[in-house]
């Protein structure tokens, strides 16, 4: 099983990020993320996104190192049933 923190509560990944880029906005920042789908203890969904480490124009074959810390994501963000 495994498992992400995001502000320190811990989420079961059930679908691990993929390789779809998507940008949005924070503090008028434009950020580049991956997301997956993990839940939480109480089986409620979320979508988890991990902040790219590295600039989306120039990211290397392996996604492995797009991201510097896997175990910790960036947002959880509670999904509709």
Do not use: Q
């Amino acid at each position: 099983m495994n498992t992400v923190k995001v502000n320190g509560k811990k989420f079961e990944i059930v679908e691990a990020a993929n390789d779809e880029v998507e940008t949005t906005m924070v503090d008028g920042n434009t950020i580049e993320y991956v997301s997956g789908i993990a839940k939480d203890k109480n089986g409620n969904r979320y979508e988890i996104d991990w902040y790219l480490d590295v600039d989306a124009d120039e990211l290397p074959e392996d996604a492995e190192s797009w991201v510097s810390d896997w175990d910790t994501a960036d947002e959880a963000h509670l999904m509709e049933d």
